[in-house]
Nanobody, 126 residues
Framework: QVHLVESGGGLVQAGGSLRLSCASS????????MGWFRQAPGKEREFVAA????????YYPDFVKGRFTISRDNAKNTVYLQMNSLKPEDTAVYYC???????????????????WGQGTQVTVSS
């Protein structure tokens, strides 16, 4: 089990940038894949990005490729989500996620995620 705390959410203008952080505690996250999901009102929780701590591989759905970048700092047990060229449709609650399950499966099977943060609101104004 791992405790996840997000930070960095807020209000930005369309076309702007924002960086989210997720720090883990309670145990080492070295063996965990970590990533991000988001959920807008009236919509299902949606996969955004994931990174494998052990393999260094990253995974993104098509709608964020070229705009969002996930990175890691294993010494701090922290992952980041750099969001550029933000659009109003990116507005959502963003949740940090961690799991021992392969991150390549997260977009297909949300139940692969075993640890969730509290969420941080990202609002993109037009």
């Amino acid at each position: 089990q791992v405790h996840l705390v997000e930070s960095g959410g807020g209000l930005v203008q369309a076309g702007g940038s924002l960086r989210l952080s997720c720090a883990s505690s309670g145990r080492t996250a070295s063996s965990y894949a970590m990533g991000w999901f988001r959920q807008a009102p009236g919509k299902e929780r949606e996969f955004v990005a994931a990174v494998s701590w052990s393999g260094g591989n990253t995974y993104y759905p098509d709608f964020v490729k070229g705009r969002f970048t996930i990175s890691r700092d294993n010494a701090k047990n922290t992952v980041y989500l750099q969001m550029n060229s933000l659009k109003p449709e990116d507005t959502a609650v963003y949740y940090c996620a961690a799991s021992l399950r392969a991150p390549s499966t997260w977009g297909l099977q949300i139940t692969a995620v075993t640890n969730w943060g509290q969420g941080t609101q990202v609002t993109v104004s037009s």
